[in-house]
T-cell receptor
Framework: DTEVTQTPKHLVMGMTNKKSLKCEQH?????MYWYKQKAKKPPELMFV???????INESVPSRFSPECPNSSLLNLHLHALQPEDSALYLCASSRDRGNSPLHFGNGTRLTVT | GENVEQHPSTLSVQEGDSAVIKCTYSDSASNYFPWYKQELGKRPQLIIDIRSNVGEKKDQRIAVTLNKTAKHFSLHITETQPEDSAVYFCAASLNNAGNMLTFGGGTRLMVKP
């Protein structure tokens, strides 16, 4: 069982589509993260939300748009993606941003055609 | 910014042997060093972490050592088992960077029965 739930598990989308990735945690964590992971590479940080406010955007293209509707939910809206955006997208949460352990979800495997 | 180097990139051991993975970091202000295990097709999971006020930490067959002077830290797995086969990532974080982990490149550990 994972404490961070991501949906969908797999997603195939065309370059003109609009889709959203969803992430949910009920551990009371106040920091949530989006990471992108390519095959055989470490996770790369995309966004950090702290207390539902965006605190870090690691120079991510605007075709990726994060949203944090409340302290338990994190979304990633996708629009006009490129094939090179195909990757595993991991959501994570932590108690706060004070070097507390990250809890990762199982990820969404995204393929852009 | 922080830079984390991890070696080796692949490691093959016989079941029952020990495995050691080493990481070096560049920023002497880094003070939190977690290790994540990622099995094929699964999420990264924290296996052990250490903070800069501690030189060694152990949890059953897993131990981590930290040398702040040399800016390197290592993961030691004793009595390896086939289920230890996975990719292991080290990471480093600055306390005032708000839990922004810099990951090493990963080590693929294969434990042969």
């Amino acid at each position: 069982d994972t404490e961070v739930t991501q949906t969908p598990k797999h997603l195939v989308m065309g370059m003109t589509n609009k889709k959203s990735l969803k992430c949910e945690q009920h551990m009371g964590h106040r920091a949530m993260y989006w990471y992108k992971q390519k095959a055989k590479k470490p996770p790369e940080l995309m966004f950090v939300y702290s207390y539902e406010k965006l605190s870090i955007n690691e120079s991510v293209p605007s075709r990726f748009s994060p949203e944090c509707p409340n302290s338990s939910l994190l979304n990633l809206h996708l629009h006009a993606l490129q094939p090179e955006d195909s990757a595993l997208y991991l959501c994570a949460s932590s108690r706060d941003r004070g070097n507390s352990p990250l809890h990762f979800g199982n990820g969404t495997r995204l393929t852009v055609t | 910014g922080e830079n984390v180097e991890q070696h080796p990139s692949t490691l093959s051991v016989q079941e029952g042997d020990s495995a050691v993975i080493k990481c070096t970091y560049s920023d002497s202000a880094s003070n939190y060093f977690p290790w994540y295990k990622q099995e094929l097709g699964k999420r990264p999971q924290l296996i052990i972490d250490i903070r800069s006020n501690v030189g060694e930490k152990k949890d059953q067959r897993i131990a981590v050592t930290l040398n702040k002077t040399a800016k390197h830290f290592s993961l030691h797995i004793t009595e390896t088992q086939p289920e230890d086969s996975a990719v292991y990532f080290c990471a480093a974080s600055l306390n005032n960077a708000g839990n922004m982990l810099t990951f090493g490149g990963g080590t693929r550990l294969m434990v042969k029965p």
